[in-house]
């Protein structure tokens, strides 16, 4: 059966824990985009790290070298909507993780109208009311492609409007 795969984490932890600024950041991003913990920040930031790096790489290596694989790179993101379509190798070295935080579903089912709040979109997802090309998807972090925008709605009936309370019911003291 061969030898089983190594799990790792898909984030790292920072190498100061205790930055001021870092942590202050860290906690408008939490608040912004409603995050569950910081965990789900460094896998985000983790994942910016790994298309820089990549964009680095290729920008040390000579002209010809670097054709093919800079079309890949700039597709898949480009697939993804974090960049447009004309995009350069420097386009992917400016990017920054709120732009992978708005490609996140509980981003764009707020953005689209589907939810009042980032936390009720967070909720909504995860209780599953949620989907995506008729494909109930419960996982808030979930980056969506470009194709697959389009095609978020309920999956179930929900009424999320904000209901004023009936006055034929007696007050509670």
């Known amino acids: 059966m061969g030898d089983p795969r190594r799990l790792r984490n898909k984030y790292e932890r920072p190498k100061k824990l205790l930055d001021l600024a870092r942590i202050q950041e860290e906690k408008s991003f939490k608040r912004d985009y409603s995050l569950k913990n910081m965990r789900e920040l460094w896998v985000s930031t983790q994942e910016l790290k790994k298309y820089r790096r ?5 920008l040390s290596l000579s002209d010809e070298e670097r054709k093919s ?3 890949k790179i700039i597709t ?5 909507g974090v960049l447009p379509k004309d995009a350069k190798l420097d386009d992917i070295l400016s990017l920054t993780v709120k732009d992978i935080l708005e ?3 509980q981003t764009l089912v707020l ?3 589907l939810a009042r709040t980032m936390r009720q979109s967070r909720q909504l997802i995860t209780h599953g009311f949620i989907s995506v090309n ?7 972090s979930y ?3 470009v194709d ?9 009936s929900i009424d999320i409007s904000v209901k004023a309370p009936s006055e034929s019911s007696p007050a509670k003291n």
């Open 54 to 58: 990549e964009a680095r790489r290729l």
């Open 69 to 71: 694989d800079t079309g």
């Open 76 to 80: 898949k993101l480009n697939h993804l």
């Open 103 to 105: 490609r996140r579903l």
């Open 111 to 113: 953005r689209k109208g």
């Open 134 to 140: 008729g494909k109930v998807i419960s996982r808030p």
């Open 143 to 145: 980056i969506l492609d």
């Open 148 to 156: 697959e925008e389009g095609k978020i709605g309920y999956s179930k």
